[in-house]
């Protein structure tokens, strides 16, 4: 073994992830954080078109709010590595939401949008169960370590 496939070897076992999965991981991470963002800023400051479209779909300004701000704590989420898979499973929750409701009021076709999101949230709450697992059964042990 060389000492580069050793080094290799190491940074894999270590982390369950290669250099370049970790890059990606963390670029779909910013990438669903600035979505979460642009799309919770719409929902918190009420644009006309967001409750336009909360209205068709029978759901008042008060829940694209709160839906808002969980979109743009969520997002932070995203980008804290300890946290990133919970706000991912937390994401996951409110995606099959926004899918079944779109599908129930606008049609299948409008559902497209939030199913992608769906299953790229969905991604990075399953590459990052462990380090889920381990902050639901130790908190205080995950978060203040390091």
């Avoid at 991470?29 to 799309?39: I, T």
């Avoid at 995203?78 to 599908?103: C, K």
């Amino acid at each position: 073994m060389t000492a580069t496939t050793a080094a290799t070897t190491a940074t894999t076992t270590t982390t369950g992830r290669s250099r370049a999965g970790r890059w990606v991981l963390v670029a779909l991470q910013v990438l669903l954080a600035a979505l979460y963002v642009g799309s919770g800023l719409g929902k918190v400051t009420l644009e006309a078109t967001v409750v336009a479209g909360f209205a068709e779909m029978g759901v008042g300004p008060g829940l694209a709010v709160t839906i808002g701000v969980l979109e743009l704590l969520g997002a932070v989420g995203l980008l804290i590595p300890r946290v990133a898979g919970l706000a991912a499973t937390a994401f996951v929750a409110l995606m099959i939401g926004a899918v079944g409701i779109t599908v129930a009021t606008l049609g299948v076709a409008m559902a497209l949008v939030p199913a992608v999101v769906l299953v790229l949230v969905a991604v990075v709450a399953v590459v990052r169960r462990h380090e889920t697992a381990a902050l639901l059964r130790d908190p205080r042990g995950v978060l203040t370590t390091r």
